[in-house]
Nanobody, 115 residues
């Protein structure tokens, strides 16, 4: 059974940084492109960034230049480094494959950017 467990969220002031981690189990992690997604209150879930099997990356325009996605296939883990955080980055952040698979959604991790 596939499990994706996100961690690293929290409360941070505008301009601050956080590093999210997503540990995968029950899947051959290295063969999947992986993505980070987020869902803000009252909004639909959106793709934030994804990384291919080979390490190529792509970002939503709203986070380009501030967020960095990376992966460690030896640890079956994908990361999201978030810098220069803004209040509009407040959301629950999830990881999943890219494209996402409905049965793979985890609990997510809450990121709140507020002074």
């Amino acid at each position: 059974q596939v499990q994706l467990v996100e961690s690293g969220g929290g409360l941070v002031q505008p301009g601050g940084s956080l590093r999210l981690s997503c540990a995968a189990s029950g899947m051959i992690f290295s063969i999947y492109a992986m993505g980070w997604y987020r869902q803000a209150p009252g909004k639909q879930r959106e793709l934030v960034a994804y990384i291919s099997r080979g390490g190529s990356t792509n970002y939503a325009d709203s986070v380009k230049g501030r967020f960095t996605i990376s992966r460690d296939n030896a640890k079956d883990t994908v990361y999201l480094q978030m810098n220069s955080l803004k209040p509009e980055d407040t959301a629950v952040y999830y990881c999943n494959t890219f494209p996402s698979l409905d049965t793979y959604w985890g609990q997510g991790t809450q990121v709140t950017v507020s002074s």
